[in-house]
């Protein structure tokens, strides 16, 4: 069972806009070109573009808090935790799409 953590706003914006394709690429899983998107090896059925997803299997999708719940089977916090990093500070780039301009504009505030 997971502890609880009391994540900000801001985090949970970074996590969920965290850029899928980035993200899984650092953990080893191989991505097939699909016109604008690209698929899992693993699984064709699942689409990923910036910090979006969708598997067209099961006609569900979201952000990246949400694909790794779904995918790694993680909790809420635990999903949460790996997609900011170890440190909670956010070690994965922001992805492309809705939230990207809201991740980066977070990131750049907390560096100032």
């Known amino acids: 069972m997971s502890k609880y953590i009391p994540f900000t706003t801001e985090q949970k914006e970074r996590a ?3 850029d899928l394709e980035e993200f899984l ?8 070109t699909s016109g604008r998107d690209k698929r899992l090896a693993s699984d064709h059925s699942i689409t ?30 635990d999903a949460m935790s790996l997609l900011l990093g170890d440190d909670l500070g956010g070690s994965y780039p922001c992805g492309k799409g809705e939230g990207a301009r809201a991740c980066k504009a977070l990131r750049a505030a907390a560096a100032e």
């Open 16 to 18: 969920a806009s965290v």
């Open 25 to 32: 690429r650092r953990r080893g899983e191989k991505l097939i």
């Open 48 to 77: 990923i573009r910036g910090c979006e997803w969708f598997d067209h299997a099961t006609e569900q999708g979201g952000r990246a808090i949400s694909f790794v719940k779904q995918f790694y089977g993680l909790s809420y916090p």
